[in-house]
Structure formats: C-alpha cells, structure tokens
C-alpha cells in the first residue's frame, strides 16, 4: 500500500511486547524524505539522530526534533 507521503515500507502489527494486541500503522520513510516534508511543513530540525543497523538490525533509524518558528 502506497502511503499519503510517497513509496515506503508500511506496517501494521497486530501484537506488542509480550503478545498484548495493538492496532495502529507505522510508515517507515527515508530520512531525507522526513527533512523535506518538515522543511516543506516549515518546521526547522533542531537535532536529530542517526542509528545504523547493528546486531542483525536491517534499517537505519531517525530521529528528529523540529519545532515551528515564532511569528515576529
């Protein structure tokens, strides 16, 4: 399924941490596409934070802080 924000890796688990059941949506996105659509949103990113894949882990993280400029 095509998310609203373009290509991306959907997903949809059915069950959480020790097989409690959860229903919500996770649209994993690349991060250059997530600082254009903040940027776009007129967002300004004060940090982020990038975590490699490690320990059989098979996607890189992103982490971003954005907040939205004070009108003058």
């Known amino acids: 399924m095509q998310s609203p924000w373009g290509d991306d890796e ?3 688990p059915a069950q959480a941490y020790g097989g ?4 919500y949506e996770s649209h994993l996105l690349p991060k250059e596409r997530i600082v254009g659509l ?3 949103a007129g967002l300004v990113i004060t940090a982020h934070m990038v975590q490699e894949p490690d320990n059989g882990a098979t996607r890189t993280i992103a982490t971003f802080l954005a907040l939205k400029p004070e009108r003058p």
């Open 10 to 12: 959907h997903l949809r």
């Open 20 to 23: 409690h059941p959860v229903s």
């Open 38 to 40: 903040l940027d776009r």
